[in-house]
């Protein structure tokens, strides 16, 4: 019996249950639909092809591919790391916070799905800016003099490169560079070297819940985020205007850059 056709029928408010009241009004609560994943159609089939060499070459650069066998980089090496890539991590929001403007809501199709999807996905990214400073404070990194450190060349470049594709390009670039190749990246790397980074207990770091809470929260959901990211390219790619080739590139220089940031942590 419905809330109304209890009150109609002189039925007591408390004896209707709540779980029935709470599931009148989810029933009428409009909610865009989640985004569900589906068969790829084939430009993006041929163009995850093209781009596994370099997404291969992201996730897997000298620092992590020594973490994760266990032949244990230098410290200083994951110290100049977590400096380095701070500016990125912090301004991580701010690059999906301009695609976030480019949703509208019903106008286009999917747009108000992709706009929930970004919206959750930036709550997600609230405090993770302060987790990366917890682990560096943990490997014992001054983090106000962090803070302060210039920007290296290569970090430089990725942060141009994303702030200018999330702005100016149009929503399914600015995903496919920051949401899929960053995000889809992370996911790779954090896992593969989770359990080795263990290691460095030996060298002073603090090895608490505290100090791998950035870790542990990103090899845990990144590998869902890429696959969300691919839907809401497809669905904000019109196939019939060269989209296509435009998202590729974005994607692929996200790639590029983000292996160069890594290689220059483990060469400096």
């Known amino acids: 019996m419905s809330y109304p056709d209890a009150v109609s029928q002189g039925t007591a408010l ?51 591919r020594e973490t994760a066998e266990g032949r244990h980089p230098p410290l200083r090496a994951w110290q100049r790391f977590l400096v380095r890539c701070f500016p990125i991590v912090e301004n991580f929001p701010k690059y999906m916070g301009l695609s976030l403007a480019k949703t509208t809501y019903g106008v286009r199709a999917g747009d108000a799905s992709i706009r929930r999807w970004l919206l959750q996905n930036l709550g997600v990214e609230a405090r993770h800016a302060e987790w990366w400073i917890d682990w560096m404070q943990a490997v014992g990194v001054d983090a106000p003099g962090a803070f302060k450190a210039p920007w290296a060349p290569e970090v ?25 190749a960053i995000e889809g990246v992370t996911g790779v790397w954090t896992r593969a070297v989770l359990e080795p980074f263990t290691a460095y207990a030996r060298d002073g770091v603090r090895m608490d819940a505290t100090a791998l809470r950035w870790l542990k929260a990103h090899a845990r959901y990144d590998d869902a985020h890429p696959d969300e990211a691919l839907e809401i390219i497809k ?18 220089r996200s790639l590029m850059l983000l292996a160069r940031v890594f290689e220059s942590c483990h060469e400096a």
Request: hydrophobic share 45%.
């Open 14 to 64: 408390e004896e209707v249950p709540v779980s029935s009241l709470r599931n009148e009004i989810a029933s009428r609560r409009y909610q865009p639909a989640a985004l569900k994943l589906t068969p790829h159609p084939l430009w993006m089939e041929t163009m995850l092809s093209s781009l596994k060499p370099a997404w291969d070459a992201a996730c897997m650069p000298a620092l992590f």
């Open 156 to 180: 430089q470049a990725l942060h141009q490169h994303l702030l200018a594709t999330c702005l100016a390009g149009s929503l399914a670039e600015g995903v496919a560079a920051s949401n899929w």
């Open 235 to 252: 669905l904000s790619t019109d196939v019939t205007t060269g989209a296509p080739a435009r998202v590729e590139s974005a994607a692929r």
